[in-house]
Nanobody, 125 residues
């Protein structure tokens, strides 16, 4: 079983930056891909960025964050970071990391079986 813990959320002004971290523990050798999702109140959970666990140079981004967010893996500590720059009020949401066993970058939340508890990001205008 894999356990995920997100950290790094907070309150930031528009144009600012935050770095989220997703720490994985347990059977990390079972991880094929990891993705970040976000969910704003009253909205569906949406894909933000994804990365292949064993090939971290292979990444995928939602159009809404491409060029502003960067996902990367810290292989020393089994964690994945989401560097968020040029934040906008519409980026305000709870951010979750999730993993799946298959080594395929997917964008559907239904494809991910293990989730963290989430961390809140609030961007003020």
């Amino acid at each position: 079983q894999v356990r995920l813990v997100e950290s790094g959320g907070g309150l930031v002004q528009a144009g600012g930056s935050l770095t989220l971290s997703c720490a994985a523990s347990g059977r990390t050798f079972d991880i094929g891909a990891l993705a970040w999702f976000r969910q704003a109140p009253g909205k569906e959970r949406e894909f933000v960025a994804g990365i292949l666990w064993s090939a971290p140079n292979l990444r995928s981004y939602a159009d809404s964050v491409r060029g502003r967010f960067t996902v990367s893996r810290d292989t020393r500590g089994n964690s994945v970071n989401l560097q968020m720059n040029s934040l906008k009020p519409e980026d305000t949401a709870a951010y979750f990391c999730a993993v799946r066993r298959l080594r395929v970058l997917e964008r559907s939340a239904a494809e991910f079986g293990t989730w963290g508890q989430g961390t809140q990001v609030t961007v003020s205008s």
